[in-house]
Every structure is written in structure tokens, then in C-alpha cells.
């Protein structure tokens, strides 16, 4: 018997793109033939994704009656693009994860009869895929709690995690080690340029108001915007505290394997890889992200003990220099917080998924 065809179909961003990796790595280790459907800014992120074909299909968002009417006409398009394309690989099944790219292949699917499913990243449901999740077979959720589900769909959810990367996910197996009583604290505070004022500039200044015995000890790893980077050092190099700044770190599984406490926002993979790794983390939630879903992405963190939240509206120096105090000081405290993080991690989230794939595939479908 021929191997059974699966489409990935992922947004343009890496939050997308990374889970529909890990998704599509597991299922071609089972024996399936991969498809990725995307859009031209997609294709960035999925350089090494290991599709037999790509599809780049039209897709486009707008506001406004024009530009509703001309997104539209692209997601049309491409809806009959993936058509033509899904008889000619006789697809069994079809995987969304979000972004409005992901429409036009999800929406051929489901025009044809063939089974399809979704995965929500994030804690609450997103725009696009509350369009398609009255006609899909199953939502596959990040979170326990999943929120923006109407409620006769409720019984499609299942938990099956958010997939992360093979490195980070190897991070599961170590111990956490608190800081020892006279031992340098570690520190790593990550963030992309939406996180750019408070993570560049509130963050430091917090850390060098803590108690000279704590800051003494503080080793800092801090992502930073290229035109803060200066500015980040200095407060650094003022307050006596070592510190690497840099726009970017390509080894974040490593720093992560050495770090104490991570600061940073909760976007959907920021979290998952934070309770993969059982780190102790203080987030700071992304105020304008879309139906404040960072909030919820960190409240499973928040309940467990495993972090901290400071609301974007409160987080100021003084607010984060009494957080970070609290726990910093404590390595019992940090300990116990590695332990909270841990008990809600899913690791094997890429092997959850394709269980559920092979399920959903395996429903009957008359494909037209």
C-alpha cells in the first residue's frame, strides 16, 4: 500500500511554522508523504521543513469592504489551487495550524470531503481557525484550558500539547539545579521587538535595583533590539553586573539548559519550551496580542507555581525588582517553581498530534 498523504498548512510566522514542523517530522518518521501549504512569507520559516511538495497558495487578510473583498478573492483562488492539487495527491488528511494562509488548504479539504483537523497554539482560539472550526474533525489544543471554543465544538477539543523543537524537548530529562548558596544566579531574558521597551529597558534597570548581594551574583543573557543594545549594556556595566547583549541567541537550547529564571513574554512556544524545560520564568504578557492570548498562555504557568505574571500596565522597575527579589534570593523557591513548570509540560506533544492525525485520516471521508 502507497504512503498516505499529509497537508501541513501553517500561517507565515515561526509561532506557526515551528509546531507544523515538529508535526510533520513525526508523520514522515511513520511512513507518510508530507505536503506543505503556505504563502510566499511562510516559506521563510521552512527551509529545512521536510515536505515532498510545497503548495504556495494565494491567501491575503484586509480591512475594510475593498480590502475584505480582495482577501476574498485571494483565499478563493487559492481554495481552488489546493483543489486541484489535493485530487492529484489523493490527500487523506489535512492539518491547519492558523494564519489566515492556512485557510485556503483547510477550506479545500473541507469543500471535498476529506477529514481535517486544526491546532491551536495558543490558549484561547484564533480568528482563523474559529472560521474553520465548526467544519473540521477535531481541535487539537496547546492548553488545558482552550478558550473561544463555542461550546457544541467542545467535544472536539483534545489535549495534545504544543510540539517543540527536538533540542529544547532533550531538556526535559535533566535535573533542574538551583542556585547554589554563594553560585552565580542565571538570568535569560528573551523577547522579539514587540517586547522591546520592557524587556530592554525596564529588565535591566530591575535587575540593577535588586540587593547588591543578589546582583553581585547575577550572570545576564539578554536578547535585545539592535538600537537598544548599547543602552542595555550600559545599565549593565553600571550596576557592576555581567551581562552578554546581543540581537539574537542561536543556541537557545543550551542557555536554556544553564539558566535559572527566564523573563520574558508568553507567547504560545515561549511557554511550552518553559515547561518542557522546567525553568522558573517572570512573563510579562504581550498587551496588544490578540484576544490578550499570551494572558492566558501564561495562566497554566501561573497556577501550577512554575512563573510569575506582571501585566504589561503594571510591569514598571519597581514592580519587576519585587518580583524578581522574591524568587532570585530563594533557591528553594526557584526549585520549587522548576517543579510547577515541569508538571505541565507535554513533551511528547509532536507524538500526540500524529496519533490524533492518523486517527482523524482514518475517519470515513468520500472525497469530491
Not at 512569507?41 to 469592504?65: H, I, K, M, V
Not at 496547546?142 to 517543540?164: I, M, T, Y
Not at 506582571?310 to 524568587?327: F, G, M, N, R, W
Amino acid at each position: 500500500m502507497s504512503a498516505r498523504v499529509c497537508v501541513v498548512a501553517a500561517g507565515g510566522t515561526g509561532g506557526h511554522m515551528f509546531p507544523a514542523e515538529a508535526l510533520a517530522r513525526e508523520l514522515a518518521g511513520r511512513g507518510w508523504r508530507i505536503v506543505l501549504a503556505t504563502d510566499r512569507r511562510g516559506e521563510q520559516y521552512a527551509t529545512a521543513f521536510p515536505a515532498e511538495e510545497r503548495l504556495a497558495l494565494d491567501a491575503a487578510t484586509g480591512s475594510g469592504p475593498i480590502g475584505l473583498a480582495k482577501a476574498g478573492l485571494a483565499i478563493g483562488r487559492g481554495v481552488l489551487q489546493a483543489r486541484s492539487a489535493f485530487r492529484r495527491l489523493d490527500v487523506a488528511v489535512a492539518v491547519g495550524f492558523g494564519g489566515y494562509p492556512s485557510a485556503p488548504a483547510l477550506l479545500a479539504a473541507i469543500s471535498q470531503g476529506r477529514p481535517a483537523l486544526l491546532h491551536e497554539q495558543n490558549a484561547v482560539l484564533g480568528r482563523t481557525n474559529r472560521m474553520l472550526a465548526p467544519h473540521v474533525k477535531a481541535l487539537a489544543s496547546s492548553f488545558p484550558a482552550l478558550e473561544r471554543v463555542p461550546a457544541p465544538l467542545a467535544s472536539r477539543v483534545h489535549l495534545v500539547g504544543n510540539p517543540v523543537r527536538p533540542d529544547i524537548r532533550a531538556l526535559f530529562d535533566r535535573p533542574y539545579k538551583a542556585p547554589t548558596a554563594r553560585g552565580p544566579i542565571r538570568v535569560l531574558i528573551t523577547g522579539g521587538s514587540q517586547g522591546a521597551r520592557i524587556l530592554s529597558e525596564v529588565a535591566p534597570r530591575a535587575l540593577a535595583a535588586l540587593p547588591p548581594a543578589v546582583r553581585a551574583r547575577l550572570v545576564v543573557q539578554q536578547q535585545s533590539r539592535p538600537e537598544t543594545l548599547e543602552a542595555a549594556r550600559a545599565l549593565y556595566r553600571d550596576a557592576g553586573i555581567e551581562a552578554e547583549v546581543a540581537p539574537f541567541f542561536t543556541d537557545m537550547a543550551a542557555r536554556l539548559s544553564s539558566v535559572h529564571l527566564v523573563i520574558g513574554r508568553a507567547g504560545a512556544s515561549t511557554c511550552s519550551e518553559l515547561a518542557v524545560a522546567a525553568l522558573p520564568s517572570v512573563l510579562i504578557p504581550l498587551k496588544i496580542a490578540m484576544d490578550d492570548h499570551q494572558r492566558f498562555n501564561a495562566g497554566g504557568l501561573v497556577a501550577a507555581g512554575g512563573a510569575a505574571m506582571i501585566l504589561e500596565d503594571e510591569a514598571s522597575v519597581e514592580t519587576l525588582t519585587a518580583s524578581l527579589a522574591a524568587v532570585l534570593s530563594d533557591p528553594d523557591r526557584l526549585a520549587a517553581m522548576s517543579a510547577g513548570a515541569r508538571s505541565v509540560a507535554l513533551p511528547d506533544a509532536a507524538a500526540r498530534l500524529a496519533d490524533l492525525v492518523e486517527a482523524t485520516a482514518g475517519q470515513t471521508a468520500s472525497p469530491r
